[in-house]
């Protein structure tokens, strides 16, 4: 840790934990906060109904194993969400022996700072991470009993820990705005979802269940956000148990910020919540592929797009979750699935590279600061 490194000081349990392990308690520096304001982000959401939080995963990167990071997780999240440790090609394809253990060392960290758990996900319904070995699986096993164990079986071992499920994420083929036709919809048709979200109610009756999808509001995405539209309409006329769309909010992710369609955007969200839904931001990331090298006229530009974009979400009295894909710059999956042309590392998050607030964190607590209280989940 830099001697200059600024940040918030370490909470009484990490000081006590030592939790850089090689640490010795009286090495840890007494570091002032120095964002821009007194105030986390977990305490200005709160204050508004909202509970704010963000993907970490159990790897390189991880707030468990870095303090400086630990110590922004643990003082700026309400919530927390596994980036992968949730998801079947970490935990398995059979039931009966699945690997809990990362998923747990986040359960762990959540619990240790008192913040709330989502679980991502249950079934994510696209082709590209179902592996040929589950797809065999699937087959051999039977697609419906299958998945009903799946699901009981990893509802069942976090059991109250989790309070929202995204139980099917990314169902929809953006293009074509239908459901994507995998080793389970071709095998159950309709049926998967409701199999899929009733099993999630037997076996998790207390926590919230979500659909996920990543329709945004830039042009292109038209057919997403219809198809999507059409599901949650279906799941209402069949009487399938789902409360909340999830609006993952990789935003520019298609490629730039310029096509923003803001009337349609707020139609299908007035069409959405009109059903009954409640909303919530599971994976919100700035792509700034299309924006300037410049730092500073690139940090001003992702906050410029933040405070825009949730100005108008936390207009929405149902939405009261709040999660970025990651607090900081270093570790995005960005860096990995949508490089930038120039080589540059994406600057997508509310923390640099060296853990300092940018502009982008001062935009979401100024977010924050002008949202209506609403009655939230929290
Ligand atoms: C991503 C992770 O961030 C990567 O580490 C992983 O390699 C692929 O998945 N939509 C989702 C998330 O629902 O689960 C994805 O997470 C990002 C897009």
Excluded at 144 to 171: M, P, Q
Excluded at 274 to 285: H, K
Excluded at 288 to 304: F, G, K, N, S, T
Aim: hydrophobic fraction near 40%; glycine fraction near 10%; charge should be neutral.
């Amino acid at each position: 840790m830099k001697p200059n490194w600024q940040g918030p000081v370490l909470t009484r349990r990490q000081q006590l934990a030592g939790i850089a392990g090689g640490l010795a308690m009286g090495a840890l520096p007494r570091m002032a906060w120095a964002a821009e304001d007194g105030a986390s982000l977990r305490d200005l959401a709160a204050a508004k109904g909202i509970v704010f939080g963000t993907a970490i995963n159990a790897g390189r990167g991880s707030p468990i194993n870095d303090p400086g990071y630990g110590a922004i997780v643990a003082r700026e999240c309400g919530v927390l969400v596994p980036e992968n440790e949730m998801k079947v090609y970490v935990l398995g394809d059979d039931p009966a022996r699945l690997n809990f253990g990362p998923a747990d060392r986040i359960a762990g960290f959540a619990r240790d700072n008192a913040m709330k758990l989502r679980g991502h996900t249950l079934l994510w319904n696209y082709g590209k991470y179902i592996s040929p070995a589950l797809a065999d699986m699937v087959t051999k096993t039977g697609a419906e009993k299958w998945l009903r164990s799946y699901i009981t079986a990893v509802t069942g071992h976090f059991g109250d820990r989790i309070y929202s499920w995204d139980v099917v994420n990314e169902t929809i083929d953006p293009k074509t705005g239908q459901v994507r036709g995998t080793v389970f919809d071709q095998a159950l048709g309709f049926d998967v979802f409701k199999i899929a979200y009733e099993t999630a109610r037997e076996h998790a009756p207390h926590a919230q269940r979500v659909y996920n999808d990543y329709m945004s509001w830039e042009v292109g995405n038209e057919t997403h956000r219809a198809g999507v539209l059409r599901l949650l309409e279906r799941f209402r006329k069949e009487n399938v148990p789902v409360d909340a769309l999830g609006i993952q909010s990789h935003l520019g992710n298609d490629g730039s910020h310029s096509g923003v369609q803001h009337a349609a955007w707020k139609r299908f969200l007035d069409d959405v919540t009109a059903m009954g839904y409640r909303l919530l931001i599971t994976e919100f990331d700035i792509n700034d592929r299309e924006m300037p090298r410049d730092i500073a006229q690139r940090d001003a530009q992702v906050a410029a797009v933040a405070k825009s974009y949730l100005d108008m979400m936390l207009s929405y009295p149902q939405l009261d979750q709040l999660l970025c894909w990651g607090l900081w710059d270093k570790h995005s999956w960005l860096n990995g699935f949508a490089p930038r042309a120039d080589g540059l590392p994406q600057r997508p998050l509310p923390y640099d590279e060296a853990l300092r607030p940018k502009p982008m964190r001062a935009a979401i607590a100024d977010a924050l600061r002008a949202a209506p209280v609403r009655k939230g989940i929290a």
